[in-house]
């Protein structure tokens, strides 16, 4: 009848509700949708960094993170109250040796092996903290030597190379290869080297290490050149120097290796230097050394190679030489407060410390710490 409303039926209930219960289903699952879609994405993006984050580990390969590898340069050092141009004399290593190796890690310089007090060949590991000029020992090498290399690389370590013989420095060349992390307190061992040796000179470039010249049981003079791959955890061979030598030194510098000074058997210090472009296939004279030397070390400092320590044959060399590496000139700092040979050096910043070393020619040692602020 006109004006008049109809009755719902029972149907039209049913009908209805099933239409709300339809909508509330959509919405509940649309909300769930977003949450998991949410909490999947987050989900994703914690594997995906995960993935960028870890790298292969296994014989012969580094275990590296991005983590690591990013981590915060430690601030650096203070320099308040440090005169530029003058070394310090700071307080004496622990133990007196010579024919040592250093290598820095942010804020730590690790000093290993070399000649004891005794005249025999040590394992030590002393460590020195160079905000609070602390000392502290750490786990002993796997074997003692002397005239090794010590590098740093990612964090942590490395040995190679090195006489193993107790006393004698003419023997027993090794081809060993160690690594030391400080997160865990352990040594590991590496793939050996290619060639046994000791006396050389070696230095980091990118993920690689380079180690030239030496000598080993068979060779007085090595002019080879073997090359480490951090990521593929392989030795090869490069082009080898054309003045083959020993008690060299070698630093990275500029996109280059140097190899500086050393000697031969029967033909005294050299003041050669060479440089090697990685991928060259040979390595390219470099203006000389001021001073012939040998058993010194090489390190970069204000936008320059210095060059610290050594001996000439008679006697032990305090000089201290800059190379400007834009302007390709020499020049002189200050000497050593006490020459010596066969001392460990590492530079941080404009700071170079020089520890240990013997003070006069030949198996001397002593536990002096110098520091120099390069102007």
Do not use: C
């Not at 031969?264 to 000389?288: D, I, K």
């Amino acid at each position: 009848m006109a004006g008049r409303t109809a009755t719902p039926t029972r149907a039209t209930y049913a009908r209805r509700r099933a239409v709300a219960l339809l909508a509330v289903g959509v919405v509940a699952a649309l909300i769930l949708w977003l949450v998991l879609s949410s909490g999947g994405a987050s989900h994703s993006s914690h594997r995906a960094a995960a993935k960028t984050t870890a790298t292969r580990s296994g014989a012969g390969k580094t275990k590296t993170t991005t983590g690591r590898a990013a981590r915060a340069r430690p601030a650096a050092l203070p320099l308040a109250g440090i005169a530029p141009g003058r070394w310090t004399t700071l307080s004496p290593a622990p133990t007196q040796r010579g024919e040592v190796a250093a290598a820095r890690i942010g804020d730590q310089v690790y000093v290993v092996g070399g000649f004891d007090a005794t005249g025999r060949s040590s394992d030590v590991v002393q460590r020195l903290d160079l905000r609070t000029q602390r000392w502290s020992s750490v786990a002993p090498m796997p074997q003692t030597l002397n005239h090794m290399n010590a590098v740093a690389f990612g964090g942590r370590l490395y040995v190679v190379g090195g006489y193993g013989g107790p006393g004698d420095t003419s023997t027993g060349a090794v081809r060993g290869f160690w690594r030391y992390d400080p997160a865990t307190g352990r040594w590991s061992s590496m793939p050996d080297a290619p060639i046994a040796r000791a006396a050389a000179g070696a230095a980091v470039l990118g993920h690689r290490l380079y180690i030239a010249g030496g000598r080993n049981d068979t060779t007085s003079a090595l002019s080879s050149l073997a090359i480490f791959d951090f990521d593929t955890g392989r030795w090869t061979l490069g082009p080898s120097l054309a003045h083959p030598r020993e008690h060299l030194a070698a630093v990275a510098a500029d996109g280059a290796i140097w190899a500086l000074g050393g000697r031969a058997l029967g033909l005294g210090s050299f003041t050669y230097v060479e440089r090697y472009v990685p991928g060259a296939s040979t390595w390219q004279s470099m203006p000389p050394l001021p001073v012939a030397r040998s058993g010194f070390e090489a390190v970069t400092a204000g936008g320059s190679i210095l060059v610290v320590g050594g001996e000439d044959g008679t006697a032990t060399v305090g000089e201290v030489d800059r190379f400007d590496l834009k302007g390709g000139r020499w020049s002189r700092l200050a000497d050593l407060p006490v020459a010596r040979h066969g001392l460990g050096v590492v530079a941080d910043g404009p700071l170079v410390f020089a520890i240990d070393g013997g003070p006069q020619a030949g198996l001397t040692m002593s536990s002096i710490v110098s520091r120099l602020r390069v102007s």
